[in-house]
């Protein structure tokens, strides 16, 4: 009969000698993680400063492919720090394969995330720097910084900092203020009865071909929309560029009003409009 002290001395030697194996393997495999994290650190820096330098990649799927390199070094360096301490990559994947497919379940939302955010990387409804409109039950709009796998960074128009997760952006439609050439404008003009419509018409024209930031085509539109007991209302439509058309909402109102007075012709009115959705002649 053994011992308890011969099975203890064994129990030593044992653990001795899987520690003498384990623990440089282990060591081995913290280095290899360790250099796997500093190698995908740098291979995303240079794999951002590649795409920006090259000016072939559109700036919208920049991050998401600055990420995918990053994670695929990642996932290398974890196979191959788990090889050093003797677990065996193909049962591994197996396993991991198995866990994907639960984690998968668990993680629906976030899996939608993801998809989503492909679609949108490759339909690319808008892109970094447009400013967007979601029409949602909870509506948002800002400024696209960032289009990532999960979510997008945007920027409110007050400066606000909102994280969107990709489903809520696909799902539901989406306005995009800065993706066509011009934006319109419009706004109408009340005269008291009587008044020299032609003559306010070249004044409100000529006051709109002076605003910065209008469009030469489509040209600007001047016309008699309404003729009420002699009083007459014209209406105004210019088209102007993304990045003016809130500059030119704000000034072109004021500036025909001056305009008008300089030209001794009052204006009973002077209402800035928005032609619905319905009305063709917004495009035509």
Same mark, same amino acid.
């Given at each position: 009969?053994?011992?308890?002290?011969?099975?203890?001395?064994?129990?030593?030697?044992?653990?001795?000698?899987?520690?003498?194996?384990?623990?440089?393997?282990?060591?081995?495999?913290?280095?290899?993680?360790?250099?796997?994290?500093?190698?995908?650190?740098?291979?995303?820096?240079?794999?951002?400063?590649?795409?920006?330098?090259?000016?072939?990649?559109?700036?919208?799927?920049?991050?998401?492919?600055?990420?995918?390199? $990053?994670?695929?070094?990642?996932?290398?360096?974890?196979?191959?720090?788990?090889?050093?301490?003797?677990?065996?990559?193909?049962?591994?994947?197996?396993?991991?394969?198995?866990?994907?497919?639960?984690?998968?379940?668990?993680?629906?939302?976030?899996?939608?995330?993801?998809?989503?955010?492909?679609?949108?990387?490759?339909?690319?409804?808008?892109?970094?720097?447009?400013?967007?409109?979601?029409?949602?039950?909870?509506?948002?709009?800002?400024?696209?910084?960032?289009?990532?796998?999960?979510?997008?960074?945007?920027?409110?128009?007050?400066?606000?900092?909102?994280?969107?997760?990709?489903?809520?952006?696909?799902?539901?439609?989406?306005?995009?203020?800065?993706? %066509?050439?011009? $934006?319109?404008?419009?706004?109408?003009?009340?005269?008291?009865?009587?008044?020299?419509?032609?003559?306010?018409?070249?004044?409100?024209?000529?006051?709109?071909?002076?605003?910065?930031?209008?469009?030469?085509?489509?040209?600007?539109?001047?016309?008699?929309? %309404?003729?009420?007991?002699?009083?007459?209302?014209?209406?105004?439509?210019?088209?102007?560029?993304?990045?003016?058309?809130?500059?030119?909402?704000?000034?072109?109102?004021?500036?025909?009003?001056?305009?008008?007075?300089?030209?001794?012709?009052?204006?009973?009115?002077?209402?800035?409009?928005?032609?619905?959705?319905?009305?063709?002649?917004?495009?035509?």
């Amino acid at each position: 009969m053994t011992s308890v002290p011969n099975a203890f001395d064994r129990l030593y030697e044992f653990g001795w000698a899987a520690a003498e194996v384990l623990v440089p393997r282990l060591i081995l495999a913290l280095l290899v993680l360790g250099a796997g994290a500093i190698i995908a650190r740098w291979v995303a820096d240079a794999v951002s400063v590649a795409l920006a330098r090259t000016g072939s990649v559109d700036p919208t799927a920049r991050p998401a492919l600055v990420a995918a390199a $990053r994670y695929g070094v990642l996932v290398i360096a974890i196979v191959a720090a788990l090889s050093q301490i003797g677990v065996q990559t193909a049962s591994l994947l197996a396993a991991l394969g198995a866990a994907g497919l639960a984690i998968g379940l668990a993680l629906q939302g976030t899996l939608a995330n993801i998809a989503a955010g492909i679609m949108l990387l490759w339909l690319r409804p808008f892109q970094v720097g447009d400013y967007i409109e979601i029409v949602s039950a909870t509506p948002f709009a800002g400024k696209v910084r960032e289009i990532g796998l999960f979510a997008c960074q945007i920027e409110t128009y007050d400066g606000l900092f909102l994280f969107a997760p990709n489903s809520t952006i696909w799902a539901v439609p989406l306005r995009n203020h800065s993706r %066509n050439a011009g $934006r319109l404008v419009s706004f109408n003009v009340g005269f008291a009865p009587g008044a020299d419509l032609s003559r306010a018409c070249a004044v409100l024209s000529d006051a709109i071909a002076r605003q910065p930031g209008v469009l030469k085509a489509p040209p600007p539109e001047v016309f008699l929309a %309404n003729l009420n007991a002699g009083a007459p209302l014209a209406t105004c439509r210019l088209w102007a560029a993304p990045d003016r058309v809130g500059a030119v909402q704000r000034a072109i109102v004021q500036d025909a009003h001056i305009a008008l007075d300089e030209a001794g012709m009052q204006p009973t009115e002077v209402v800035r409009t928005i032609p619905p959705e319905t009305d063709p002649s917004r495009l035509l």
